[in-house]
C-alpha cells in the first residue's frame, strides 16, 4: 500500500505548495471550495521477474493522466473537462513489464484536474502483481459498484410499481413511496455515472437535493407505513427538506462545501425521530412489521452516521467504503413489504366490496325482474280490460244499434222485407268488422283492404254498382292496432254505404296511393259516378247533411288523418281519405297487388 507521494498541489485562487503528502488527506479538506491541479510523484521499486504489475487506487480524479516512466500508460477523461468524473469507482491500472525497470526505481506520475467538492485527487495507492490486483479491484466492485447498481435497480422497480399503484388507487402511501425511491436513483447515477452531462457544480447539487429529498421522504413513508405521521412531523420533514436544499444549493454555489456538511447533520435527527416514533408504535401495537421497520430504520441511520462522521466530517480519501446504500436498501425491501402487504389488503377489500356489489346488483336485478313482471301482468290485465271495454263499446254502438233497429222493424206491421233484409245486412256488417279488426294485421294496409272488399264486393254487385279496385303496391306500415283498423274499416263502409243508398251510382273506384315526398302518407279516395250533391249544396257544407260524413271525420281524426269531400269531375262525391304514417322496419316484404275489378 502506497500511502505517501510526493506532490506539486496547484489550487485555484491559491498558491501552489510542493511536497510530501499524505494520501489518506482529501485535496477537499485541505483546499475547501477549491478545484485545480495536482501532481503526484510516488517511486516504486525495481522489477523483479518478467510478469506485468498492476495499480489499484481506491479513489483517483477528477481527470487522470496516469504515466510511468514519461510513458502513458492510462487515462480517465480528458484533464480540465468536468463532464468526466473518474472518482465514481475503484481503478485499475496494468503497468506492461516493458515499462518497468529491473535495475533501478520506477517513477509513477499521475496527473489529475480537480472540481471542487468532487472528492477529487489522489488516494492510497496498492501496487503489487496483476492476479493480486485483480482480485482486490473484484471485490471492491462487487462491495460498492455491483451493490449500488442492484440498489437503483430495486428503486426503479418498486418506484415504478408503486406510481402505477398511486395513478390507480391516488393512496398518498404508493406516491409518497414512488417519489422517495425514484428520486434515489439520482443518487445511484450519481455514484455510478462517469460523464453524466450537466455541467458541474450543478449536477452536484441536484444530487444532493435529490438525495436528502429521498432519504426525508422515506422517513416521511415510513411514518405513514405505521400510521404515526402527525401534523408536527409532516410538517418537520418538509422543513428538513427545504432547509437541508437550501445548504446543498448555496454550498455548490458559494464554494462553501461547510454548509453542506452543516445540512447533512438534520438527516441522522430527522432518522432518529423517525425510529422513536416507529418504535413507539412498535411497542403500543405490538406489530412484528413495525418491529421489523425500527430495525431496519437504525440500520440505514447507522450506516449514514458512519458515512457522514467517518468520510464526510473526517475528510477521509478512499480509505473507507460508503455502507448508507447498503443500508438503505435493506430499509427499502422492509418499506416494499409494506407496500406489498397493503396492496393486498386492497386487493382483498377490493374483492370483498366487488363480491358485496354483485350480491346488491343481483338482488336489485331479481327486484326489478319482480317489479318488471308484476308491470307487466297489470298491463296485460289493463289491455285487455281496455280491449274488453272497446269491444264492448263498438258492439253496442254497431251491432247493438242496428240490432235495436232490426227489432223495432220486426216489432212494426208493415215493414218492407227489403229494408229489413237491409238492416240485418247491415248488422251481419258491423259484426263482421268487428271480428276483422280483432285479427292481426301485421302492419299490411293491403291485407285490411283486400278483406274488406271480400266482405262487400257481393252487395256491391247486388246493388248493380260496378267496383274498381285501383290499389298500388304498398309497404308495410306502423301501428295497424285493432282501433286503428276499425275507424278505417268504418270510413270505408260507410263511404260505400252512401254510395248504395245515396248516390244513384253504377260504378265507384277505390284508388289508394302510398307517397313518399315530404312525409310518408297514404292516400285514399273512393269516387263515385252518382248524382252528387242535391242542387246548391256545395262540397264544404256538407258536415251540415246527416251525420255519416261528420262520423267520418271524427273517425279520421282519431287516426290522425285528413278527410276531404269533393264534386267528382264526372258529377258524383269523391272522398279523400290522407293519413301520415311510418313505414314499418322491413322484414317481409310488400303485400301483393290486390288488382283491378
Same mark, same amino acid.
Given at each position: 500500500?502506497?500511502? +505517501?507521494?510526493?506532490?506539486?498541489?496547484?489550487?485555484?485562487?491559491?498558491?501552489?505548495?510542493?511536497?510530501?503528502? /499524505?494520501?489518506?488527506?482529501?485535496?477537499?479538506?485541505?483546499?475547501?471550495?477549491?478545484?485545480?491541479?495536482?501532481?503526484?510523484?510516488?517511486?516504486?521499486?525495481?522489477?523483479?521477474?518478467?510478469?506485468?504489475?498492476?495499480?489499484?487506487?481506491?479513489?483517483?480524479?477528477?481527470?487522470?493522466?496516469?504515466?510511468?516512466?514519461?510513458?502513458?500508460?492510462?487515462?480517465?477523461?480528458?484533464?480540465?473537462?468536468?463532464?468526466?468524473?473518474?472518482?465514481?469507482? $475503484?481503478?485499475?491500472?496494468?503497468?506492461?513489464?516493458?515499462?518497468?525497470?529491473?535495475?533501478?526505481? @520506477?517513477?509513477? +506520475?499521475?496527473?489529475?484536474?480537480?472540481?471542487?467538492? +468532487?472528492?477529487?485527487?489522489?488516494?492510497?495507492?496498492?501496487?503489487?502483481? %496483476?492476479?493480486?490486483?485483480?482480485?482486490?479491484?473484484?471485490?471492491?466492485?462487487?462491495?460498492? *459498484?455491483?451493490?449500488?447498481?442492484?440498489?437503483?435497480?430495486?428503486? %426503479?422497480?418498486?418506484?415504478?410499481?408503486?406510481?402505477?399503484?398511486?395513478?390507480?388507487?391516488?393512496?398518498?402511501?404508493?406516491?409518497?413511496?414512488?417519489?422517495?425511491?425514484?428520486?434515489?436513483?439520482?443518487?445511484?447515477?450519481?455514484?455510478?455515472?462517469?460523464?453524466?452531462?450537466?455541467?458541474?457544480?450543478?449536477?452536484?447539487?441536484?444530487?444532493?437535493?435529490?438525495?436528502?429529498?429521498?432519504?426525508?421522504?422515506?422517513? +416521511?413513508?415510513?411514518?405513514?407505513? $405505521?400510521?404515526?405521521?402527525?401534523?408536527?412531523?409532516?410538517?418537520?420533514?418538509?422543513?428538513?427538506?427545504? %432547509? =437541508?436544499?437550501?445548504?446543498?444549493?448555496?454550498?455548490?454555489?458559494?464554494?462553501?462545501?461547510?454548509?453542506?456538511?452543516?445540512?447533512?447533520?438534520?438527516?441522522?435527527?430527522?432518522?432518529?425521530?423517525?425510529?422513536?416514533?416507529?418504535?413507539?408504535?412498535?411497542?403500543?401495537?405490538?406489530?412484528?412489521?413495525?418491529?421489523?421497520?425500527? $430495525?431496519?430504520?437504525?440500520?440505514?441511520?447507522?450506516?449514514?452516521?458512519? /458515512?457522514?462522521?467517518?468520510?464526510?466530517?473526517?475528510?477521509?480519501?478512499?480509505?473507507? @467504503?460508503?455502507?448508507?446504500?447498503?443500508?438503505?436498501?435493506?430499509? %427499502?425491501?422492509?418499506?416494499?413489504?409494506?407496500?406489498?402487504?397493503?396492496? @393486498?389488503?386492497?386487493?382483498?377489500?377490493?374483492?370483498?366490496?366487488?363480491?358485496?356489489?354483485?350480491?346488491?346488483?343481483?338482488?336489485?336485478?331479481?327486484?326489478?325482474?319482480?317489479?318488471?313482471?308484476?308491470?307487466?301482468?297489470?298491463?296485460?290485465?289493463?289491455?285487455?280490460?281496455?280491449?274488453?271495454?272497446?269491444?264492448?263499446?263498438?258492439?253496442? /254502438?254497431?251491432?247493438?244499434?242496428?240490432?235495436?233497429?232490426?227489432?223495432?222493424?220486426?216489432?212494426?206491421?208493415?215493414? /218492407?222485407?227489403?229494408?229489413?233484409?237491409?238492416?240485418?245486412?247491415?248488422?251481419?256488417?258491423?259484426?263482421?268488422?268487428? =271480428?276483422?279488426?280483432?285479427?292481426?294485421?301485421?302492419?299490411?294496409?293491403?291485407?285490411?283492404?283486400?278483406?274488406?272488399?271480400?266482405?262487400?264486393?257481393?252487395?256491391?254487385?247486388?246493388?248493380?254498382?260496378?267496383?274498381?279496385? *285501383?290499389?298500388?303496391?304498398?309497404?308495410?306500415?306502423?301501428?295497424?292496432?285493432?282501433?286503428?283498423?276499425?275507424?278505417?274499416?268504418?270510413?270505408?263502409?260507410?263511404?260505400?254505404?252512401? =254510395?248504395?243508398?245515396?248516390?244513384?251510382?253504377?260504378?265507384?273506384?277505390?284508388?289508394?296511393?302510398?307517397?313518399?315526398?315530404?312525409?310518408?302518407?297514404?292516400?285514399?279516395?273512393?269516387?263515385?259516378?252518382?248524382?252528387?250533391?242535391?242542387?246548391?249544396?256545395?262540397?264544404?257544407?256538407?258536415?251540415?247533411?246527416?251525420?255519416?260524413?261528420? @262520423?267520418?271525420?271524427?273517425?279520421?281524426?282519431?287516426?290522425?288523418?285528413?278527410?276531404?269531400?269533393?264534386?267528382?269531375?264526372?258529377?258524383?262525391?269523391?272522398?279523400?281519405?290522407?293519413?301520415?304514417?311510418?313505414?314499418?322496419?322491413?322484414?317481409?316484404?310488400?303485400?301483393?297487388?290486390?288488382?283491378?275489378?
Amino acid at each position: 500500500m502506497l500511502d +505517501r507521494a510526493h506532490a506539486l498541489l496547484e489550487p485555484q485562487g491559491g498558491p501552489p505548495s510542493e511536497g510530501e503528502v /499524505d494520501l489518506a488527506r482529501r485535496w477537499d479538506r485541505e483546499f475547501p471550495g477549491l478545484g485545480g491541479r495536482a501532481t503526484y510523484r510516488i517511486t516504486l521499486p525495481p522489477r523483479v521477474d518478467t510478469e506485468p504489475m498492476a495499480l489499484l487506487f481506491s479513489r483517483v480524479g477528477n481527470q487522470v493522466h496516469v504515466l510511468l516512466n514519461d510513458s502513458t500508460v492510462q487515462r480517465w477523461g480528458t484533464l480540465g473537462d468536468p463532464l468526466f468524473d473518474a472518482t465514481k469507482t $475503484v481503478r485499475r491500472v496494468t503497468l506492461p513489464a516493458a515499462l518497468l525497470y529491473a535495475d533501478r526505481p @520506477n517513477e509513477l +506520475r499521475v496527473e489529475v484536474t480537480i472540481q471542487a467538492q +468532487r472528492l477529487g485527487g489522489l488516494s492510497v495507492v496498492r501496487y503489487g502483481p %496483476v492476479p493480486q490486483i485483480e482480485d482486490l479491484y473484484s471485490k471492491q466492485i462487487l462491495r460498492r *459498484d455491483l451493490a449500488m447498481l442492484v440498489f437503483g435497480a430495486g428503486l %426503479v422497480g418498486m418506484g415504478a410499481l408503486t406510481a402505477v399503484l398511486w395513478w390507480r388507487q391516488r393512496d398518498p402511501f404508493y406516491g409518497w413511496f414512488s417519489v422517495a425511491a425514484l428520486l434515489g436513483v439520482v443518487r445511484v447515477i450519481d455514484r455510478s455515472w462517469p460523464d453524466v452531462p450537466v455541467s458541474w457544480p450543478l449536477w452536484g447539487a441536484v444530487a444532493a437535493i435529490c438525495y436528502t429529498a429521498h432519504v426525508a421522504l422515506m422517513c +416521511r413513508f415510513a411514518l405513514i407505513a $405505521v400510521g404515526s405521521l402527525s401534523r408536527g412531523m409532516r410538517r418537520a420533514i418538509d422543513g428538513v427538506i427545504v %432547509v =437541508v436544499s437550501v445548504l446543498d444549493a448555496l454550498a455548490f454555489a458559494l464554494g462553501m462545501p461547510l454548509l453542506m456538511t452543516i445540512g447533512f447533520t438534520f438527516i441522522p435527527v430527522l432518522g432518529l425521530a423517525t425510529l422513536a416514533l416507529v418504535m413507539r408504535e412498535a411497542f403500543v401495537s405490538r406489530s412484528a412489521k413495525a418491529w421489523v421497520l425500527a $430495525v431496519a430504520i437504525a440500520g440505514a441511520l447507522v450506516a449514514g452516521t458512519h /458515512d457522514v462522521v467517518m468520510i464526510r466530517v473526517a475528510g477521509a480519501s478512499g480509505l473507507y @467504503n460508503t455502507y448508507i446504500q447498503h443500508g438503505m436498501f435493506v430499509f %427499502v425491501l422492509a418499506m416494499m413489504w409494506f407496500v406489498a402487504e397493503r396492496y @393486498n389488503r386492497s386487493v382483498a377489500s377490493f374483492q370483498a366490496l366487488n363480491a358485496d356489489l354483485s350480491r346488491r346488483v343481483e338482488e336489485r336485478e331479481r327486484q326489478l325482474h319482480q317489479a318488471f313482471d308484476s308491470l307487466r301482468e297489470q298491463q296485460h290485465h289493463q289491455s285487455v280490460s281496455i280491449e274488453r271495454q272497446r269491444i264492448m263499446r263498438e258492439i253496442h /254502438d254497431g251491432v247493438g244499434s242496428q240490432l235495436v233497429g232490426l227489432l223495432n222493424m220486426v216489432t212494426r206491421k208493415g215493414t /218492407d222485407p227489403t229494408a229489413l233484409k237491409e238492416q240485418v245486412q247491415m248488422a251481419l256488417d258491423e259484426m263482421r268488422m268487428a =271480428v276483422d279488426s280483432l285479427q292481426p294485421a301485421h302492419d299490411d294496409l293491403g291485407t285490411l283492404l283486400a278483406t274488406l272488399r271480400y266482405r262487400l264486393q257481393p252487395r256491391l254487385q247486388a246493388a248493380g254498382i260496378g267496383v274498381i279496385w *285501383d290499389v298500388a303496391e304498398l309497404p308495410e306500415l306502423r301501428q295497424l292496432s285493432p282501433p286503428v283498423v276499425l275507424h278505417v274499416q268504418r270510413i270505408l263502409l260507410e263511404a260505400f254505404t252512401n =254510395v248504395m243508398k245515396h248516390a244513384h251510382a253504377s260504378q265507384v273506384e277505390v284508388q289508394v296511393r302510398w307517397q313518399e315526398e315530404a312525409a310518408p302518407r297514404v292516400m285514399l279516395r273512393i269516387t263515385d259516378n252518382g248524382i252528387g250533391f242535391p242542387a246548391g249544396v256545395r262540397a264544404q257544407e256538407t258536415q251540415a247533411h246527416g251525420r255519416g260524413l261528420d @262520423n267520418m271525420r271524427a273517425r279520421a281524426a282519431a287516426i290522425g288523418a285528413s278527410f276531404d269531400v269533393q264534386q267528382s269531375p264526372n258529377g258524383g262525391v269523391s272522398i279523400a281519405l290522407e293519413w301520415q304514417v311510418e313505414r314499418a322496419p322491413p322484414s317481409s316484404g310488400f303485400h301483393d297487388n290486390p288488382g283491378h275489378g
